[in-house]
């Protein structure tokens, strides 16, 4: 493809609470075995996207640790590849990324050693499948500058979480408001942009001399009057994972038929790293109903409406509903769950209760499993 992939996974998610305490929001466990940079990884290799750049920053132990091998997405060859960027002390710039066009700005070398005529930025907390030839050729056929991938949202959901635009009939964008106080529009940026790579590297270049470091607001709002900015719409499944509730709907999603089928039985396929772990094992008198089990995790209690992700252990006469359970949880015996995320590693005592009474959950328990 003639593109260069930018995966922007390194901010922080406030609205997440305890569930980013310790990892990127990218890293977080999507329906019992991905991770949330898995949707955006793997578009890009089904989209033949060669070289592939990802950004992390903050808590990026755990996000680093999946990433350690491209294999997984195919990106292990001679030419192209996937890169991992991280803050790097120079001569010239000892700072954090400051911002989307900051982050992009620090590693512009990059951008300049390659030779594709177009890049294709992504954030790394969405969960979507998407073929980014056909938004390609959308952005070449309108002569457009930036091209940003849009979504009509329900008349119910709240668009005040993300970016909303308003389009002419040419579908050129004409008003772009990043997190608006009160939502004019229902049509949302998905956080996906193609531009032209010498034109990227002109304007973060531009934005680094005059101090400016979002890609969003000093980039997309601030040239929309004078770069040619259009809109592509895409209506199939869509979810941005940046608060605990948009979290556990995301993962509740997957228990409906037609959410895991167009993920998981057609194609392109969703890849991610492989754990060398047993089936899952359910045991005498455990009861599963309408749920997700992760590899490596052992089952003796009841479970219902529910994503259990890997390594978890489910005492007996447990009963779980309407939850969603983190890698490698421990869950005494007599335990009850409902509306709740319960964190990874954590020892849940028995005979507890957590019952998320208004709205969902987080359960953090910080009880040494492990004796000395």
Request: overall charge positive; charged content about 25%.
């Amino acid at each position: 493809m003639r593109a260069v992939g930018i995966i922007l996974a390194g901010g922080s998610s406030r609205k997440m609470h305890e569930l980013t305490a310790k990892r990127a929001a990218a890293a977080m466990p999507i329906a019992g075995s991905y991770r949330a940079i898995d949707f955006a990884l793997s578009n890009m290799t089904n989209s033949h996207v060669q070289k592939v750049a990802v950004l992390t920053q903050y808590n990026a132990r755990s996000l680093n640790e999946h990433l350690n091998s491209s294999k997984w997405w195919d990106f292990g060859r001679k030419q192209g590849g996937m890169y991992l960027f991280t803050p790097t002390i120079t001569t010239d710039n000892s700072n954090w990324y400051r911002g989307t066009a900051d982050a992009i700005y620090q590693n512009l070398d990059f951008l300049k050693r390659c030779h594709e005529p177009y890049v294709i930025i992504t954030s790394g907390d969405a969960v979507y499948k998407l073929d980014y030839n056909k938004v390609l050729e959308y952005h070449i056929a309108k002569k457009a500058d930036i091209t940003v991938v849009c979504k009509d949202l329900e008349p119910t959901d709240d668009a005040t979480r993300f970016g909303t635009v308003r389009m002419n009939e040419s579908a050129r964008i004409e008003e772009f408001e990043e997190k608006p106080m009160v939502a004019h529009s229902q049509t949302i940026s998905t956080g996906i942009y193609i531009i032209r790579r010498r034109q990227l590297i002109d304007l973060v270049e531009h934005c680094a001399e005059e101090e400016r470091h979002d890609f969003v607001t000093d980039i997309l709002i601030r040239y929309k009057n004078l770069k040619k900015i259009y809109g592509y719409k895409i209506n199939s499944y869509w979810s941005n994972i940046s608060t605990v509730d948009s979290y556990y709907q995301t993962n509740m999603d997957f228990l409906k038929p037609e959410v895991r089928n167009y993920f998981f039985r057609e194609l392109p396929s969703v890849f991610s790293k492989v754990s060398d772990l047993p089936p899952a094992k359910y045991n005498p008198g455990a009861v599963v109903k309408n749920s997700l089990v992760g590899s490596g995790s052992i089952i003796n209690g009841t479970i219902e409406n529910s994503v259990i992700f890997k390594k978890v252990f489910v005492g007996n006469n447990c009963v779980i509903k309407n939850s969603v359970i983190l890698n490698d949880v421990y869950l005494g015996d007599n335990t009850y769950i409902e509306n709740c995320i319960v964190e990874s590693r954590d020892t849940i005592r028995a005979n507890t209760r957590h019952v998320g009474e208004n709205g969902v959950k987080v359960v953090v328990e910080k009880n040494e499993r492990y004796a000395l």
